[in-house]
C-alpha cells in the first residue's frame, strides 16, 4: 500500500542542524515505512532570526533548536519572538537540542551517539593536555566544542572545503541511538498530527 507523503516545515538554526536533521530524517522514513514525508526546512541563522522569518506565519510549524546554556531561557526567548510575531503557539512545537530536557547543542547531540567513542577520547585528551598548558599562557583557547565535532568528521575523511551536505556523517553516529528517543518521538508525533 502506497502511503501519501505528508509535508512538515521544520525551523532550525543552522545548516549543520538542516545537513543532520535530513540524514536523520532519511534513517527514520527507511526503518519506518509507515513515515512519508516531504521536507520543507529553513534556517534562521541563529536563535535571533526568527523575526526575520515571516513565512512562519502560515501552517505548522516545528522548531528545533539548541537549548545552548539554558533550556528555560531558550524555549522563553522562542516564545517571545513568536509571539511578536502575532504566531499561535498552536501551529508551533519546539524541540530544544540535544534531547529537549538538557542544555547543549546539536555537537552535543553528536557526540552522544558516536560510534567510535575513542576518537572523542583523543580529543579529550588534547583539551587535557592544553588546559594544562594555559596555566601561566593566557593565548591559549580550549577549542569550541564544534571543533570537538570536526575533529570526528575529520577522522572518516570530511576536509574542508567539502560542504557539510556532501559528507555522510550517518556511517559514524549511531541513528538507534537511546540519546535520541524524544527527538524521534517529537518527530514522530509531529508528523501523525499532521493531516
Same mark, same amino acid.
Given at each position: 500500500?502506497?502511503?501519501?507523503?505528508?509535508?512538515?516545515?521544520?525551523?532550525?538554526?543552522?545548516?549543520?542542524?538542516?545537513?543532520?536533521?535530513?540524514?536523520?530524517?532519511?534513517?527514520?522514513?527507511?526503518?519506518?515505512?509507515?513515515?512519508?514525508?516531504?521536507?520543507?526546512?529553513?534556517?534562521?541563522?541563529?536563535?535571533?532570526?526568527?523575526?526575520?522569518?515571516?513565512?512562519?506565519?502560515?501552517?505548522?510549524?516545528?522548531?528545533?533548536?539548541?537549548?545552548?546554556?539554558?533550556?528555560?531561557?531558550?524555549?522563553?526567548?522562542?516564545?517571545?519572538?513568536?509571539?511578536?510575531?502575532?504566531?499561535?503557539?498552536?501551529?508551533?512545537?519546539?524541540?530544544?537540542?540535544?534531547?529537549?530536557?538538557?542544555?547543549?547543542?546539536?555537537?552535543?547531540?553528536?557526540?552522544?551517539?558516536?560510534?567510535?567513542?575513542?576518537?572523542?577520547?583523543?580529543?579529550?585528551?588534547?583539551?587535557?593536555? +592544553? !588546559?594544562?598548558?594555559?596555566?601561566? @599562557?593566557? $593565548?591559549?583557547?580550549?577549542?569550541? /566544542?564544534?571543533?570537538?565535532?570536526? #575533529?570526528?568528521?575529520?577522522?572518516?575523511?570530511?576536509?574542508?572545503?567539502?560542504?557539510?551536505?556532501?559528507?555522510? +556523517? !550517518?556511517?559514524?553516529?549511531?541513528? @538507534?541511538? $537511546?540519546?535520541l528517543k524524544e527527538? /524521534?518521538?517529537?518527530l514522530i508525533s #509531529?508528523?501523525?498530527?499532521?493531516?
Amino acid at each position: 500500500m502506497s502511503l501519501e507523503a505528508k509535508e512538515i516545515n521544520i525551523l532550525v538554526e543552522g545548516k549543520a542542524d538542516k545537513d543532520f536533521l535530513e540524514l536523520y530524517l532519511k534513517y527514520l522514513q527507511a526503518v519506518s515505512p509507515d513515515i512519508q514525508i516531504k521536507l520543507k526546512i529553513d534556517v534562521s541563522n541563529g536563535k535571533d532570526g526568527i523575526h526575520n522569518m515571516q513565512q512562519i506565519k502560515k501552517g505548522k510549524w516545528l522548531i528545533i533548536f539548541d537549548a545552548d546554556n539554558d533550556i528555560q531561557t531558550s524555549k522563553r526567548d522562542i516564545e517571545k519572538q513568536l509571539d511578536d510575531l502575532e504566531i499561535s503557539l498552536d501551529n508551533i512545537k519546539i524541540f530544544l537540542l540535544p534531547n529537549n530536557n538538557d542544555s547543549g547543542n546539536l555537537e552535543t547531540l553528536i557526540e552522544n551517539i558516536v560510534k567510535y567513542k575513542e576518537i572523542l577520547c583523543c580529543f579529550d585528551s588534547y583539551e587535557y593536555c +592544553l !588546559s594544562k598548558n594555559m596555566i601561566g @599562557n593566557k $593565548n591559549f583557547r580550549t577549542p569550541a /566544542k564544534k571543533t570537538k565535532v570536526f #575533529a570526528y568528521m575529520s577522522s572518516f575523511g570530511y576536509k574542508n572545503p567539502t560542504k557539510e551536505d556532501q559528507f555522510d +556523517l !550517518s556511517p559514524y553516529v549511531n541513528f @538507534n541511538s $537511546n540519546y535520541l528517543k524524544e527527538l /524521534k518521538e517529537f518527530l514522530i508525533s #509531529a508528523f501523525k498530527e499532521i493531516k
